[in-house]
């Protein structure tokens, strides 16, 4: 039985195009949860709303979702995030990477869903409450990011961003984009969906 768990199918090749936010189907209720949907399609609009003479400006700034995962704060470019999707049916896949949690079915799509902390290699701390999958995706591959809580969206400016703290390992290091002075950490979307060892290939 093989199971490829991470590529996805539709998506756009454009890494400034804001993420697709399906609509629920008709007589069928929405797994998303309403506010962080409708606040993932406002930034959305305003994002296609710019005019071109903002359009040059507005890559000096970055339009992120920020996440808790156990009592850490995260962002993740909003042109990277499909949807955000509850955890359910997560399916444990044996002889997979630590990192990889299992597969989850997202609309028909089977996906990887993978854990920070240990993609990360940090050590567990705290309490977590995972129950939200951030669905994140390029060209080339769809996966999902455990989360314990949404935060909400937020507009950063790149200046404003400080390099890795000492505190931080080496291969976290590499996909981080920056910290902010209030202590978001603010990964490099791109570099994490640019590295093919998140792909299972797996036969069992």
């Known amino acids: 039985m093989e199971a490829n768990a991470a590529a996805g199918n539709h998506r756009s ?5 804001a993420p697709e936010v399906r609509p629920p189907s008709a007589g069928c209720p929405s797994p998303l949860l309403e506010a962080e949907q409708q606040e993932i399609l406002t930034a959305r609009a305003r994002i296609l709303a710019r005019p071109p003479e903002q359009a040059e400006a507005a890559a000096e700034r970055i339009e992120v979702v920020e996440f808790s995962l156990a009592y850490e704060r995260y962002g993740i470019e909003l042109s990277y995030i499909g949807e955000v999707y ?18 989850m079915n ?6 990887s869903i993978i854990d920070l902390r240990q993609f990360f290699e940090l050590p567990d701390k705290g309490l977590s409450d995972l129950n939200k ?7 080339a591959i769809e996966f999902g990011i455990l ?11 790149l200046s404003h961003l400080q390099p890795s703290l ?8 590499d996909y981080l984009k920056g ?5 978001l950490v603010v990964l490099d979307g791109g570099r994490i969906l640019g590295d093919r060892g ?7």
């Open 13 to 17: 090749s454009d890494p400034e195009a």
């Open 86 to 103: 509850p955890l359910k049916d997560l399916t444990r896949i044996p002889c997979t990477p630590r990192f990889v949690v299992g597969v």
């Open 106 to 111: 997202v609309r028909g799509k089977i996906l």
């Open 133 to 139: 999958v951030i669905i994140v995706r390029d060209a």
């Open 147 to 157: 989360a314990d809580a949404i935060l909400g969206v937020r507009m950063l400016a």
């Open 166 to 173: 000492p505190t931080l390992t080496d291969i976290r290091c």
């Open 179 to 183: 910290i902010t002075e209030d202590r």
């Open 198 to 204: 998140i792909v299972v290939h797996e036969e069992v």
